[in-house]
């Protein structure tokens, strides 16, 4: 304390004051496009949702595995960055056009790590890429002659 009129400081001239976040830790959950169609033109979202607005950026770390193939997708990023103020963050995830019989495939995401937040209850996506090719199918021909 300075500069006091009508009156002399005494020994004590600062007070501390403690402020307690009373606010939970927000949580990041995962949601998303499940399916789209190898040669579709468009790509599947996955959306990083926090539960309440921060102050700083959050960053949730992910993981890829499924049954998919790297080559058989490409994702936009290997992280999901929801900025200071905003609730979501997305990423997106092209399926590769090839001409393989392959089936469905899928594409699991999970939440890896998260940082300026925790992970909430739902830490997963899955995306199924539904196959474009027709089913393979194998016919047998020829002539056979036996003689007695």
């Keep these: 304390m300075t500069n ?11 007070a501390i004051v403690t402020i307690t976040d009373d606010e939970t830790t927000p949580t990041v959950t995962l949601s998303g496009t499940t399916t789209i169609v190898e040669n579709a033109a468009g790509t599947a979202t996955i959306t990083a949702t926090l539960s309440t607005a921060t102050t700083t950026d959050t960053v949730a770390s992910l993981g890829f595995a499924g049954t998919a193939s790297a080559g058989d ?7 999901i960055t929801i900025p200071a103020g905003q609730l979501t963050g997305t990423i997106t995830i092209d399926p590769t056009d090839d001409a393989l019989y392959e089936g ?7 939440i890896t790590n998260v940082t300026g937040a925790t992970a ?13 090719e027709t089913t393979p199918t194998v016919t047998l021909s020829g002539t056979t002659t036996i003689v007695e």
């Design 4 to 14: 006091v009129t009508g009156a002399t400081a005494g020994s004590t001239t600062q």
């Design 73 to 79: 997708y490409a994702a936009s990023n290997t992280t």
């Design 120 to 132: 909430g209850s739902t830490t997963q996506a899955i995306v199924t890429i539904t196959d474009d």
């Design 104 to 110: 469905n495939e899928t594409v699991i995401v999970d």
